[in-house]
């Protein structure tokens, strides 16, 4: 039964990812430890191999379109990774009643995030005929990178939610252009938590892998009708979702525990 239900909501995680291009991820970790019934300590490396994998699966065809900005990935990695593994020893040391009750907020803020109009973008980073100015795009980029990556050690998320918002709005990167070097992050800080957090992830292979397996093929599904679907329609009624699991978590957390 356990695993049944590890594959119908790996199934629904990846429909989200693949028609929202992030931010479905966010219900990895509540999904793993409140329906599948895994300990924090696993559910948030659990959730970063579903991340880091499924976020693999769909950069593929964004490289072969070269619709990724390879330097600017590089430097939201590079100060990302650092991140991630501060964020895992924080998470190691605090106790995971306030864990839950952050990831909460981090669930509120990325519901607000997807409420709001993208209509304002930044200059920061956008490339012209002479390329990427560094001057100004760096004090925004790297800061950011590593804000990211401190959310995806702490508290298993890819942090999709804020990387796209982060290079379309503060730095002016194209949409397009934004989902592909934002998935090439995800993979990198993804990787970088689940190698500091293996030791963690316990015997429920099976289950992992079967959440993983389904949120690939969700993903993928998704992605070939993403076109046809309204999208904005579809992120606000996932932001009201996330806006009522993080009510729940905040509840069991600070009420029936």
Same mark, same amino acid.
């Given at each position: 039964?356990?695993?049944?239900?590890?594959?119908?909501?790996?199934? *629904?995680?990846?429909?989200?990812?693949? !028609?929202?291009?992030?931010?479905?991820?966010?219900?990895?970790? /509540? &999904?793993?430890?409140?329906?599948?019934?895994? /300990?924090?300590?696993?559910?948030?490396?659990?959730?970063?191999?579903?991340?880091?994998?499924?976020?693999?699966?769909?950069?593929?065809?964004? &490289?072969?379109?070269?619709?990724?900005?390879?330097?600017?990935?590089?430097?939201?990695?590079?100060?990302?990774?650092?991140? %991630?593994?501060?964020? %895992?020893?924080?998470?190691?040391?605090? /106790?995971?009643?306030?864990?839950?009750?952050?990831?909460?907020?981090?669930?509120?803020?990325?519901?607000?995030?997807?409420?709001? $109009? =993208?209509?304002?973008?930044?200059?920061?980073?956008?490339?012209? =005929?002479?390329?990427?100015?560094?001057?100004?795009?760096? /004090?925004?980029?790297?800061? %950011?990178?590593?804000?990211?990556?401190?959310?995806?050690?702490?508290?298993?998320?890819?942090?999709?939610?804020?990387?796209?918002?982060? !290079?379309?709005?503060?730095?002016?990167?194209?949409?397009?252009?934004?989902?592909?070097?934002?998935?090439?992050?995800?993979?990198? =800080?993804?990787?970088?938590?689940?190698?500091?957090?293996?030791?963690?992830?316990?015997?429920?292979?099976?289950?992992?892998?079967?959440?993983?397996?389904?949120?690939?093929?969700?993903?993928?599904?998704?992605?070939?009708?993403?076109?046809?679907?309204?999208?904005?329609?579809?992120?606000?009624?996932?932001?009201?979702? &996330?806006?009522?699991? *993080?009510?729940?978590?905040? !509840?069991?957390?600070?009420? !029936? $525990?």
């Amino acid at each position: 039964m356990t695993l049944t239900l590890a594959l119908i909501l790996g199934v *629904a995680v990846g429909i989200l990812l693949g !028609l929202l291009g992030g931010g479905g991820s966010i219900l990895a970790v /509540p &999904v793993l430890v409140y329906v599948l019934g895994l /300990p924090l300590s696993e559910a948030i490396p659990a959730s970063l191999l579903v991340i880091g994998v499924a976020s693999v699966t769909g950069a593929i065809p964004k &490289v072969r379109a070269r619709l990724i900005e390879w330097r600017l990935a590089a430097i939201f990695a590079a100060t990302g990774i650092i991140g %991630t593994l501060i964020g %895992t020893v924080l998470g190691r040391h605090l /106790p995971e009643t306030a864990v839950m009750i952050g990831f909460a907020i981090v669930m509120i803020i990325a519901g607000i995030r997807m409420l709001r $109009s =993208n209509d304002d973008v930044g200059t920061a980073c956008r490339t012209g =005929n002479s390329g990427i100015d560094w001057r100004r795009c760096a /004090p925004r980029s790297v800061p %950011t990178g590593f804000g990211v990556g401190v959310l995806t050690g702490l508290f298993g998320v890819g942090g999709g939610f804020l990387i796209i918002p982060a !290079l379309v709005l503060l730095l002016g990167i194209e949409m397009s252009v934004a989902v592909g070097t934002s998935l090439v992050v995800i993979v990198a =800080n993804s990787a970088a938590g689940l190698i500091a957090q293996a030791g963690e992830l316990g015997g429920n292979w099976a289950l992992t892998s079967a959440f993983a397996g389904a949120a690939i093929v969700g993903s993928l599904v998704a992605a070939r009708f993403s076109t046809r679907i309204d999208t904005d329609r579809l992120r606000q009624w996932f932001a009201y979702l &996330v806006f009522a699991v *993080a009510g729940y978590v905040l !509840l069991d957390t600070l009420v !029936l $525990s």
